[in-house]
C-alpha cells in the first residue's frame, strides 16, 4: 500500500485546512485508517482513526475541532481541521492498517507539515 499526503500548510490560528490522503495498492486489505503527528522533540501520536466500518476515534485534544473521513470510491482518507491552535503544529501522517495473513501491518506516508502562527 501506497500512502501520499497533501493539504498541509502555513494558516493562522483559528483558521482551517484539510489534509488528503491517497491510498493505492492492496487497499481491499485496509481494515482502518488514521493520522497520526509529531511535533519537534516529541513523540508521534494519534490524531483520528476511521475503521472500514466508518467508526471514528479522536484525540481528546483535537475533539469538537477536526474531522477525519474517509472517500472509500477514491480510496482517499481526509482531515478537516478547524478552530487551528499553535499546538497543532506538527507533521501530520497518514496510516493505514492492513490485515493479511493473520497479522497485522501498518502503513506510513511520507507526512505533511501543517504550521499555525499565533
Known amino acids: ?3 501520499v499526503e497533501s493539504g498541509g500548510g ?3 490560528t483559528g483558521g482551517s485546512l484539510r489534509l488528503s490522503c491517497a491510498a ?3 487497499t481491499f486489505s485496509i481494515i482502518a485508517m488514521g493520522w497520526y503527528r509529531q511535533a519537534p522533540g516529541k513523540q508521534r501520536e ?3 482513526t476511521i475503521t472500514k466500518s466508518n467508526s471514528t476515534n479522536y484525540a481528546d ?3 469538537g475541532r477536526f474531522t477525519i473521513s474517509r472517500d472509500n470510491a477514491k480510496n482517499t482518507l481526509y482531515l478537516q481541521m478547524n478552530s487551528l491552535k499553535p499546538e497543532d503544529t506538527a507533521v501530520y501522517y497518514c496510516n493505514a492498517r492492513l490485515l493479511a495473513a493473520g ?3 501498518d502503513y506510513w506516508g ?3 507539515q501543517v504550521t ?3
Open 1 to 3: 500500500v501506497q500512502l
Open 10 to 12: 502555513l494558516v493562522q
Open 24 to 26: 493505492s495498492g492492496s
Open 46 to 48: 494519534l490524531v483520528a
Open 61 to 63: 485534544s483535537v475533539k
Open 103 to 105: 497479522t497485522f501491518h
Open 110 to 112: 511520507q507526512g505533511t
Open 116 to 118: 499555525v502562527s499565533s
